[in-house]
């Protein structure tokens, strides 16, 4: 935080990662396009767990950024984030976090994701179960009552959608919850091995306090949670871009998800 343009341009944010301010200043093979969200967090981790050294352009939503020329001929859907790969001639973009998960684990080889076409099926299915479900409804779920409720004098014509994606993102944790019954990782035999289906999974699970949704009777989620974190590469890549969504003197997603003070003192200002 604090950090003037100059500063955090080149700054090393792990052990693979490097900020820098376009994809013209990088000088490696992986740039990943990215903004501080959930879904940036997934190929960084998968980056940091392949041991591959990347360059980190932060994209700046608050600016529209995303909606540039020069990124949408990266990404037509215009969001982050995107990965340039200029190993290849010419160089090859890929746009949709699980498609570039995808993407990485082929291109480098990892048993995140097995080879074997039924193991690795079932890590591909929670995979897309992700995108498809647990990604949307709890991105529309912290929408709804973070940004678009605290702007409205009244919020009751936004109850119907509130209830609906929180009713919805409680589903998905439980699912997730049922899951783990008896398991330590989602896919695998026995009680399971650590893949791309957990990696994938654990962004948007972890942001739950963003959505207001208590897990405290989830103590399996929990458990696996707190597995995830005492990974180095989802301790890293949840600092990726290392700038928040508000700009450099913002608040990061991480920093909301581990200072409870903060939490606390936002939970205050809502309810005034």
């Not at 000088?27 to 998968?46: E, I, M, Q």
């Not at 912290?142 to 009713?167: C, H, T, W």
């Not at 739950?208 to 989830?218: E, F, K, Y």
């Not at 590469?233 to 991480?254: L, N, W």
Request: charged share 25%; with cysteine; hydrophobic share 35%.
């Amino acid at each position: 935080r604090g950090l003037g343009e100059m500063e955090w341009r080149g700054r090393q944010l792990s052990d693979h990662a490097r900020l820098v301010g376009s994809v013209e200043e990088s000088g490696r093979d992986v740039v990943l396009f990215a903004a501080d969200t959930p879904n940036s967090w997934k190929p960084a981790a998968l980056l940091e767990e392949l041991g591959v050294e990347y360059d980190v352009v932060f994209v700046d939503i608050m600016k529209n950024k995303q909606s540039e020329k020069a990124y949408t001929a990266m990404n037509p859907n215009g969001r982050t984030p995107t990965l340039l790969d200029r190993t290849t001639n010419p160089p090859t973009s890929v746009f949709e976090s699980g498609a570039i998960c995808l993407y990485l684990c082929e291109k480098y080889g990892t048993p995140l994701l097995p080879t074997d076409p039924v193991r690795k099926s079932e890590v591909v299915q929670w995979l897309f179960w992700q995108v498809s479900a647990l990604g949307p409804m709890h991105g529309q779920c912290m929408y709804m009552k973070r940004i678009a409720s605290p702007l409205q004098k009244d919020v009751g014509p936004l109850m119907f959608s509130i209830n609906r994606f929180e009713k919805e993102s409680i589903r998905c944790l439980q699912v997730i919850e049922t899951r783990l019954e008896g398991r330590d990782w989602l896919c695998g035999p026995g009680r399971g091995e650590y893949s791309l289906a957990d990696l994938g999974c654990y962004g948007y699970c972890s942001m739950h306090w963003w959505t207001g949704i208590d897990v405290s009777a989830m103590p399996n989620l929990r458990g696996w949670l707190e597995r995830l974190r005492s990974r180095k590469a989802i301790q890293q890549a949840a600092r990726v871009p290392g700038i928040s969504v508000f700009g450099v003197e913002g608040t990061t997603f991480e920093d909301l998800r581990t200072d409870v003070g903060l939490q606390r003192r936002i939970e205050d200002r809502a309810r005034e």
